[in-house]
């Protein structure tokens, strides 16, 4: 099992850009999140779904957009990227919501 | 914003001996997790402990858990040079879906 993918590694843009960031799991999880973690701010909750086709909004929702047509995936949109939007984001799995959640990798973000 | 508040901010050990770090939080709960963070790298999960339980034990890990002053600790015994990371504790509310709020972490230098 590859477990939770995600990519690119590492994105540079330019302020109003906009982009997608892949989160893809392969272990049948119904539930996935989208994270963002600033120095000193821990990981605060983006999107997040417990299943194909629902998805809900987390504490900082504003100017990302998410979908999930798939167990599988779960892509993050950036809109129109902006400086306060540069970031390491990760993507979590897991069985249900409240359970132990894997992680990805990550991906870091910078908007200039 | 952040539920959960861990203490110290930054802890820095000889090898060999214990570290204990705090958690403290805000609202009831229904179980509390710790997450590894390794220098650029994801979170990895710990332990999870639930809100009827008030300790549980993984190798060199111990966590308690204390409802009434809703805090919990993670001890690591006899630390080693491999332990250096971010620790984090997440919790996960006691009604309706359950996302996990995490807080600012600690950070664990451990030398040899």
């Known amino acids: 099992n590859a477990g939770v993918t995600q990519t690119p590694k590492f994105q540079v843009l330019k302020t109003g850009q906009s982009m997608t960031l892949q989160c893809a799991q392969d272990m049948n999880h119904e539930y996935m999140s989208w994270y963002r973690q600033d120095p000193g701010m821990g990981l605060r909750l983006i999107h997040y779904s417990v299943g194909a086709g629902i998805t809900d909004q987390g504490e900082v929702p504003n100017g990302y957009n998410v979908s999930r047509s798939t167990t599988e995936d779960f892509p993050l949109r950036l809109l129109s990227a902006a400086p306060s939007q540069t970031s390491v984001y990760f993507c979590?799995?897991?069985?249900?919501?409240?359970?132990?959640?894997?992680f990805g990798p990550g991906t870091r973000l910078t908007v200039l | 914003s952040q539920q959960g508040e861990e203490d110290p901010q930054a802890l820095s050990i000889q090898e060999g001996e214990n570290a204990t770090m705090n958690c403290s939080y805000k609202t009831s709960i229904n179980n509390l997790q710790w997450y590894r963070q390794n220098s650029g790298r994801g979170l990895v999960h710990l332990i999870l402990?639930?809100?009827?339980?008030r300790e549980k034990h993984s190798g060199r890990l111990r966590v308690t858990l204390d409802t009434s002053k809703k805090s919990s600790s993670l001890l690591i015994t006899a630390s080693r040079a491999a332990d250096t990371a971010s620790y984090f504790c997440?919790?996960?509310?006691?009604?309706?879906?359950?996302?996990?709020?995490f807080g600012k972490g600690t950070m664990l230098l451990v030398s040899p």
């Open positions: 997440a919790t996960t509310g006691d009604s309706g879906y359950s996302t996990l709020t």
């Open positions: 402990i639930r809100s009827n339980e």
């Open positions: 979590a799995s897991s069985l249900q919501g409240g359970n132990e959640q894997f």
